[in-house]
Protein backbone atom coordinates (compact mmCIF):
# COMPACT_ATOMS: atom_id res chain seq x y z
CA UNK A 1 0.00 0.00 0.00
CA UNK A 2 3.02 2.43 0.44
CA UNK A 3 3.64 2.15 -2.80
CA UNK A 4 0.17 3.84 -3.92
CA UNK A 5 0.01 6.61 -1.29
CA UNK A 6 3.93 7.07 -2.69
CA UNK A 7 2.71 7.35 -5.88
CA UNK A 8 0.45 10.31 -5.19
CA UNK A 9 -2.62 8.20 -5.16
CA UNK A 10 -4.74 7.00 -2.42
CA UNK A 11 -6.61 3.55 -1.33
CA UNK A 12 -9.55 2.38 -2.87
CA UNK A 13 -12.13 0.39 -1.46
CA UNK A 14 -10.38 -3.06 -0.03
CA UNK A 15 -12.41 -6.45 -0.50
CA UNK A 16 -11.08 -9.94 0.38
CA UNK A 17 -11.03 -13.24 -2.17
CA UNK A 18 -9.37 -16.98 -0.99
CA UNK A 19 -6.13 -17.87 -3.35
CA UNK A 20 -5.05 -20.93 -3.67
CA UNK A 21 -1.91 -19.36 -5.35
CA UNK A 22 -1.71 -15.31 -3.58
CA UNK A 23 -0.74 -16.17 -0.05
CA UNK A 24 -3.13 -14.76 2.78
CA UNK A 25 -2.84 -11.03 3.06
CA UNK A 26 -0.99 -10.48 -0.18
CA UNK A 27 -2.60 -8.11 -3.07
CA UNK A 28 -4.81 -10.61 -5.71
CA UNK A 29 -5.49 -8.01 -8.10
CA UNK A 30 -5.83 -3.97 -8.36
CA UNK A 31 -7.83 -1.18 -10.22
CA UNK A 32 -6.69 0.77 -12.30
CA UNK A 33 -4.13 -2.43 -13.18
CA UNK A 34 -0.43 -1.36 -12.86
CA UNK A 35 1.11 0.84 -15.51
CA UNK A 36 -2.51 2.60 -16.28
CA UNK A 37 -1.77 6.58 -16.26
CA UNK A 38 -4.66 8.10 -14.28
CA UNK A 39 -4.65 12.27 -12.69
CA UNK A 40 -2.89 12.48 -9.09
CA UNK A 41 -5.08 11.23 -6.11
CA UNK A 42 -6.83 9.03 -7.85
CA UNK A 43 -8.11 5.89 -6.28
CA UNK A 44 -6.82 2.48 -6.58
CA UNK A 45 -9.14 -0.30 -5.30
CA UNK A 46 -7.73 -3.79 -3.56
CA UNK A 47 -8.30 -7.19 -3.30
CA UNK A 48 -6.99 -9.00 -0.81
CA UNK A 49 -6.48 -12.73 -0.30
CA UNK A 50 -7.67 -14.85 2.23
CA UNK A 51 -5.13 -17.53 1.35
CA UNK A 52 -6.38 -20.54 0.42
CA UNK A 53 -9.75 -21.95 1.20
CA UNK A 54 -9.43 -25.08 3.69
CA UNK A 55 -12.02 -27.93 3.42
CA UNK A 56 -12.58 -30.64 5.48
CA UNK A 57 -12.52 -34.32 3.78
CA UNK A 58 -15.22 -36.58 4.15
CA UNK A 59 -15.36 -40.14 4.80
CA UNK A 60 -15.91 -42.22 1.91
CA UNK A 61 -15.27 -45.58 3.10
CA UNK A 62 -17.26 -48.35 2.60
CA UNK A 63 -19.43 -46.07 0.21
CA UNK A 64 -20.29 -47.02 -3.64
CA UNK A 65 -18.13 -45.27 -6.34
CA UNK A 66 -20.88 -43.41 -7.33
CA UNK A 67 -21.73 -42.02 -3.64
CA UNK A 68 -17.98 -41.36 -2.83
CA UNK A 69 -17.21 -39.55 -6.11
CA UNK A 70 -20.43 -36.72 -5.14
CA UNK A 71 -19.23 -36.93 -1.74
CA UNK A 72 -15.85 -35.63 -2.77
CA UNK A 73 -17.08 -32.94 -5.64
CA UNK A 74 -19.52 -31.59 -2.55
CA UNK A 75 -16.35 -30.86 -0.90
CA UNK A 76 -14.84 -28.89 -3.09
CA UNK A 77 -11.77 -31.22 -3.91
CA UNK A 78 -11.15 -33.77 -6.60
CA UNK A 79 -11.50 -37.34 -7.61
CA UNK A 80 -6.90 -38.53 -7.44
CA UNK A 81 -5.75 -41.70 -8.12
CA UNK A 82 -8.11 -45.00 -8.40
CA UNK A 83 -6.88 -48.39 -7.88
CA UNK A 84 -8.62 -51.48 -7.25
CA UNK A 85 -8.27 -54.87 -4.37
CA UNK A 86 -9.02 -57.91 -3.75
CA UNK A 87 -11.33 -57.44 -0.41
CA UNK A 88 -13.61 -59.83 0.46
CA UNK A 89 -14.37 -58.07 4.02
CA UNK A 90 -15.88 -55.34 1.47
CA UNK A 91 -18.70 -55.54 -1.28
CA UNK A 92 -17.50 -55.10 -4.59
CA UNK A 93 -17.20 -51.38 -6.30
CA UNK A 94 -17.21 -49.74 -2.79
CA UNK A 95 -14.40 -48.02 -1.20
CA UNK A 96 -11.84 -49.50 1.15
CA UNK A 97 -9.83 -47.07 1.73
CA UNK A 98 -8.78 -43.06 1.20
CA UNK A 99 -6.09 -40.71 0.83
CA UNK A 100 -6.32 -38.10 2.22
CA UNK A 101 -7.99 -39.50 5.66
CA UNK A 102 -11.29 -38.68 6.24
CA UNK A 103 -11.99 -35.37 8.46
CA UNK A 104 -8.34 -33.94 7.53
CA UNK A 105 -8.34 -30.23 6.84
CA UNK A 106 -6.91 -29.86 3.24
CA UNK A 107 -6.65 -27.04 0.89
CA UNK A 108 -9.89 -27.09 -2.02
CA UNK A 109 -9.18 -28.69 -4.44
CA UNK A 110 -7.12 -31.17 -3.13
CA UNK A 111 -7.10 -34.76 -4.92
CA UNK A 112 -8.25 -37.62 -2.80
CA UNK A 113 -7.21 -41.17 -3.94
CA UNK A 114 -9.29 -44.21 -3.33
CA UNK A 115 -9.23 -47.87 -3.40
CA UNK A 116 -12.11 -49.73 -4.92
CA UNK A 117 -13.23 -52.86 -3.54
CA UNK A 118 -13.55 -55.43 -6.59
CA UNK A 119 -14.68 -59.53 -6.49
CA UNK A 120 -12.31 -62.15 -5.46
CA UNK A 121 -11.09 -63.85 -8.09
CA UNK A 122 -12.24 -67.61 -7.83
CA UNK A 123 -10.63 -70.88 -9.20
CA UNK A 124 -11.51 -72.40 -12.30
CA UNK A 125 -13.77 -75.46 -12.56
CA UNK A 126 -13.96 -78.32 -14.64
CA UNK A 127 -15.93 -81.75 -15.04
CA UNK A 128 -13.71 -84.62 -16.57
CA UNK A 129 -15.10 -87.98 -17.24
CA UNK A 130 -14.64 -90.72 -19.86
CA UNK A 131 -16.74 -92.44 -21.91
CA UNK A 132 -16.08 -95.62 -20.48
CA UNK A 133 -13.55 -96.36 -17.41
CA UNK A 134 -12.61 -99.56 -18.32
CA UNK A 135 -11.13 -100.76 -21.99
CA UNK A 136 -9.95 -103.89 -23.37
CA UNK A 137 -6.32 -103.84 -24.80
CA UNK A 138 -6.55 -101.84 -28.45
CA UNK A 139 -10.08 -100.25 -27.83
CA UNK A 140 -10.41 -96.72 -27.56
CA UNK A 141 -12.65 -94.17 -25.43
CA UNK A 142 -13.95 -90.83 -25.52
CA UNK A 143 -12.68 -88.45 -22.41
CA UNK A 144 -14.86 -85.19 -22.19
CA UNK A 145 -14.33 -82.14 -19.77
CA UNK A 146 -16.54 -78.90 -19.35
CA UNK A 147 -14.90 -75.81 -17.83
CA UNK A 148 -16.01 -72.66 -15.98
CA UNK A 149 -13.70 -69.38 -15.42
CA UNK A 150 -10.85 -70.86 -17.53
CA UNK A 151 -8.54 -69.16 -19.56
CA UNK A 152 -6.75 -71.89 -20.90
CA UNK A 153 -7.01 -75.67 -20.96
CA UNK A 154 -4.73 -78.80 -21.44
CA UNK A 155 -4.43 -82.86 -20.96
CA UNK A 156 -1.36 -84.51 -20.22
CA UNK A 157 -0.18 -87.43 -21.64
CA UNK A 158 0.63 -86.10 -24.99
CA UNK A 159 -2.61 -84.41 -25.24
CA UNK A 160 -1.84 -80.83 -25.66
CA UNK A 161 -3.80 -77.58 -25.34
CA UNK A 162 -7.53 -78.25 -26.30
CA UNK A 163 -10.85 -76.11 -26.52
CA UNK A 164 -12.44 -75.01 -22.83
CA UNK A 165 -15.23 -77.68 -23.58
CA UNK A 166 -15.01 -80.47 -25.91
CA UNK A 167 -13.86 -84.20 -26.25
CA UNK A 168 -11.38 -86.57 -27.57
CA UNK A 169 -10.54 -90.01 -28.41
CA UNK A 170 -7.94 -91.98 -26.31
CA UNK A 171 -6.65 -95.50 -26.72
CA UNK A 172 -3.70 -95.73 -24.28
CA UNK A 173 -1.32 -99.04 -24.44
CA UNK A 174 -2.02 -99.64 -20.33
CA UNK A 175 -3.77 -98.38 -17.80
CA UNK A 176 -2.96 -94.42 -17.89
CA UNK A 177 -4.07 -91.48 -15.59
CA UNK A 178 -5.13 -88.46 -17.52
CA UNK A 179 -5.08 -84.83 -16.02
CA UNK A 180 -7.33 -81.80 -17.10
CA UNK A 181 -5.42 -78.70 -15.86
CA UNK A 182 -7.58 -75.24 -16.35
CA UNK A 183 -6.09 -72.45 -16.05
CA UNK A 184 -7.87 -68.58 -15.10
CA UNK A 185 -7.31 -65.71 -13.60
CA UNK A 186 -8.61 -66.92 -10.38
CA UNK A 187 -5.39 -69.56 -10.60
CA UNK A 188 -5.11 -73.51 -11.57
CA UNK A 189 -7.40 -76.35 -10.85
CA UNK A 190 -6.89 -79.84 -12.10
CA UNK A 191 -8.90 -82.86 -12.69
CA UNK A 192 -7.95 -86.90 -13.15
CA UNK A 193 -9.52 -89.75 -15.35
CA UNK A 194 -8.06 -93.17 -14.92
CA UNK A 195 -8.72 -96.07 -18.11
CA UNK A 196 -8.08 -99.37 -17.14
CA UNK A 197 -6.87 -101.35 -19.74
CA UNK A 198 -7.34 -105.19 -19.82
CA UNK A 199 -4.24 -106.42 -21.00
CA UNK A 200 -4.99 -108.59 -24.20
CA UNK A 201 -5.18 -112.72 -24.03
CA UNK A 202 -2.05 -114.43 -25.33
CA UNK A 203 -3.71 -117.47 -27.27
CA UNK A 204 -1.95 -121.25 -26.21
CA UNK A 205 0.29 -122.70 -28.52
CA UNK A 206 -1.65 -125.33 -31.24
CA UNK A 207 -1.80 -128.90 -29.60
CA UNK A 208 -2.14 -127.65 -26.17
CA UNK A 209 -4.51 -126.81 -23.83
CA UNK A 210 -2.33 -124.76 -21.74
CA UNK A 211 -0.39 -124.89 -17.96
CA UNK A 212 -3.76 -125.08 -16.06
CA UNK A 213 -5.76 -128.13 -17.70
CA UNK A 214 -2.62 -130.28 -18.73
CA UNK A 215 -3.44 -132.43 -15.41
CA UNK A 216 -6.36 -133.27 -16.95
CA UNK A 217 -5.19 -134.79 -20.06
CA UNK A 218 -4.99 -138.94 -19.64
CA UNK A 219 -1.52 -140.27 -18.52
CA UNK A 220 -1.90 -142.84 -21.41
CA UNK A 221 -3.15 -140.35 -24.14
CA UNK A 222 -0.96 -138.59 -26.37
CA UNK A 223 -2.54 -135.38 -28.93
CA UNK A 224 -2.82 -136.04 -32.25
CA UNK A 225 -4.53 -133.39 -33.09
CA UNK A 226 -6.09 -129.79 -31.86
CA UNK A 227 -8.83 -128.08 -32.84
CA UNK A 228 -8.61 -124.72 -31.26
CA UNK A 229 -12.11 -123.88 -32.66
CA UNK A 230 -13.90 -125.87 -30.30
CA UNK A 231 -10.98 -126.28 -27.85
CA UNK A 232 -10.56 -130.01 -27.36
CA UNK A 233 -8.56 -132.93 -27.19
CA UNK A 234 -8.23 -135.95 -30.04
CA UNK A 235 -6.20 -139.04 -28.36
CA UNK A 236 -4.57 -141.55 -30.17
CA UNK A 237 -4.12 -144.71 -27.76
CA UNK A 238 -1.18 -147.11 -27.82
CA UNK A 239 -2.52 -150.56 -28.73
CA UNK A 240 -0.20 -153.44 -27.99
Not at 119 to 148: M, V
Request: proline share 7%; glycine share 10%; with cysteine.
Amino acid sequence: MAAITGSDLVIGAISTAYSATVPEDYVISQNPAAGTSVVQSSAVDLVISLGSVVVTVPDVTGETQTAALTAIIEAGLTLGTVSTENNEAVPADHIISQTPAAGSSVQKGTAVDLVISIRPSLPPDAAFSAGSATINYGQSTDLFWITTGGQGVSIDNGIGSVVLNGSVTVAPLHTTTYTLTVTGPGGTTGKAVTISVHAAVEPQPEGSFGENYEDLVPPDATIGQYDPKRFSLIPVWCMT
